[in-house]
């Protein structure tokens, strides 16, 4: 197993849900801090890395998010059962008859969401789906008191799914919960071990920001913080290269090269920086998939709309099965975004930059 696997490995296994991202904040603070010039977390949790170049300017802002979906502990029922809130877009058939992590003060607990017998379900309740308000966390507790005292489950209790790193049948397809956006982070950070090895023309800033599956929260303030000229976000992208799903729904297909948003919910790229990641890509023989999504929002849109408005775009690494309990990468994507980032970082000089913001 390389370097990479390796950090992939541990990134996806680490427990993270909005909010509570504090394992998956060692790590990037761990990785980041060798490769960085100063290292700071703001004032909600994100980890805000910086590397000089030759010059101060440009001033570029790389993001990917920390957290992942996940729920906290509403309430425990009389008869020891824990009732949730979800954090992030969960689908509520993909809640039911899974397992999960309850992070509590007395340490982690399994619990798995119990699903009704078909031997005793009406015809008609068969095929209903499971709302996640009716959804319930069995720990196997005898009762509250027990839930309380014994296992330390209070209300607020971070969960996230119990879901372990696997290669799955191919050394390079990478089986995993929360690749959305672990393996942006991962990314990231290889992007700024790339660019520790060379000279860059102006100040690289990496945000590894909290709170994104809740609403953008944590770029928000990092594009606070940075004084960002142009920015990219590195995330998750949505594969559609399985039964069930079509290309108008999403255009990616897994181990065909990274991608680049041309439009999701919550942003447009800036054109002429769209074009120069499409020339870069080209140039370096990297295919590079373009995505058009309606149900989707990310970390860019918070970027481009601070400040007087930044350049920004969003490069992925295919993803396939988001949000959910197991996703899917393939490794070579991985790579090929690590290089065609690093490439688009070094061509950004002032001069290139100014040109992107230029608009008469
Ligand atoms: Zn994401």
């Given at each position: 197993m390389d370097r990479e696997q390796r950090l992939l490995q541990e990134l996806s296994n680490a427990f993270g849900p909005s909010g509570f991202e504090e394992s998956i904040r060692e790590i990037v603070i761990r990785e980041l801090a060798p490769l960085s010039d100063s290292i700071q977390t703001d004032g909600i949790g994100s980890v805000i890395a910086s590397l000089n170049g030759?010059?101060?300017?440009?001033i570029v802002m790389l993001a990917a998010h920390m957290d992942e979906v996940g729920a906290i502990v509403k309430l425990i029922t009389p008869e020891g059962f824990v009732k949730i809130q979800t954090l992030g877009g969960w689908l509520d058939n993909a809640l039911i008859n899974q397992r999960f992590i309850i992070k509590t003060r007395n340490g982690n607990v399994l619990g798995f969401t119990g699903l009704k017998t078909?031997?005793?379900?009406k015809v008609e309740d068969r095929n209903k789906i499971i709302a996640a308000s009716d959804i319930f966390i069995d720990i196997?507790?005898?009762?509250k008191e027990d839930a309380e005292e014994r296992l330390g489950i209070k209300p607020g209790d971070p969960i996230a799914p119990d879901s372990k790193f696997a290669?799955?049948?191919?050394?390079?397809i990478y089986l995993g919960k929360?690749?959305?956006d672990r393996v942006g982070i991962g990314a990231m950070i290889e992007v700024f071990r790339n660019l520790k090895n060379r000279s860059t023309h102006g100040t690289i800033y990496a945000a590894a920001t909290v709170q994104e599956e809740v609403g953008l929260r944590g770029a928000h303030t990092s594009s606070y913080t940075i004084p960002a000229q142009i920015g990219i976000n590195l995330e998750s992208g949505i594969a559609s290269?399985?039964?069930?799903?079509s290309q108008e729904e999403a255009q990616a297909k897994l181990g065909n090269g990274p991608g680049i948003l041309l439009y999701d919910s919550s942003m447009l790229p800036n054109l002429k920086f769209r074009d120069l990641c499409i020339d870069t890509a080209k140039k370096l023989k990297i295919n590079l998939q373009f995505e058009v999504l309606s149900g989707y929002g990310e970390d860019g849109a918070e970027i481009q709309k601070s400040r007087s408005g930044v350049p920004t775009v969003a490069i992925t690494v295919p993803t396939r099965y988001?949000?959910?309990?197991n996703s899917v990468i393939n490794r070579d994507d991985f790579d090929q975004t690590v290089t065609l980032v690093t490439e688009i970082i070094k061509n950004l000089d002032t001069d290139t930059v100014e040109q992107l913001t230029k608009f008469s």
């Amino acid at each position: 197993m390389d370097r990479e696997q390796r950090l992939l490995q541990e990134l996806s296994n680490a427990f993270g849900p909005s909010g509570f991202e504090e394992s998956i904040r060692e790590i990037v603070i761990r990785e980041l801090a060798p490769l960085s010039d100063s290292i700071q977390t703001d004032g909600i949790g994100s980890v805000i890395a910086s590397l000089n170049g030759t010059n101060s300017n440009p001033i570029v802002m790389l993001a990917a998010h920390m957290d992942e979906v996940g729920a906290i502990v509403k309430l425990i029922t009389p008869e020891g059962f824990v009732k949730i809130q979800t954090l992030g877009g969960w689908l509520d058939n993909a809640l039911i008859n899974q397992r999960f992590i309850i992070k509590t003060r007395n340490g982690n607990v399994l619990g798995f969401t119990g699903l009704k017998t078909p031997h005793v379900m009406k015809v008609e309740d068969r095929n209903k789906i499971i709302a996640a308000s009716d959804i319930f966390i069995d720990i196997g507790a005898k009762d509250k008191e027990d839930a309380e005292e014994r296992l330390g489950i209070k209300p607020g209790d971070p969960i996230a799914p119990d879901s372990k790193f696997a290669l799955l049948n191919d050394e390079k397809i990478y089986l995993g919960k929360a690749w959305d956006d672990r393996v942006g982070i991962g990314a990231m950070i290889e992007v700024f071990r790339n660019l520790k090895n060379r000279s860059t023309h102006g100040t690289i800033y990496a945000a590894a920001t909290v709170q994104e599956e809740v609403g953008l929260r944590g770029a928000h303030t990092s594009s606070y913080t940075i004084p960002a000229q142009i920015g990219i976000n590195l995330e998750s992208g949505i594969a559609s290269d399985y039964p069930g799903i079509s290309q108008e729904e999403a255009q990616a297909k897994l181990g065909n090269g990274p991608g680049i948003l041309l439009y999701d919910s919550s942003m447009l790229p800036n054109l002429k920086f769209r074009d120069l990641c499409i020339d870069t890509a080209k140039k370096l023989k990297i295919n590079l998939q373009f995505e058009v999504l309606s149900g989707y929002g990310e970390d860019g849109a918070e970027i481009q709309k601070s400040r007087s408005g930044v350049p920004t775009v969003a490069i992925t690494v295919p993803t396939r099965y988001l949000h959910n309990h197991n996703s899917v990468i393939n490794r070579d994507d991985f790579d090929q975004t690590v290089t065609l980032v690093t490439e688009i970082i070094k061509n950004l000089d002032t001069d290139t930059v100014e040109q992107l913001t230029k608009f008469s």
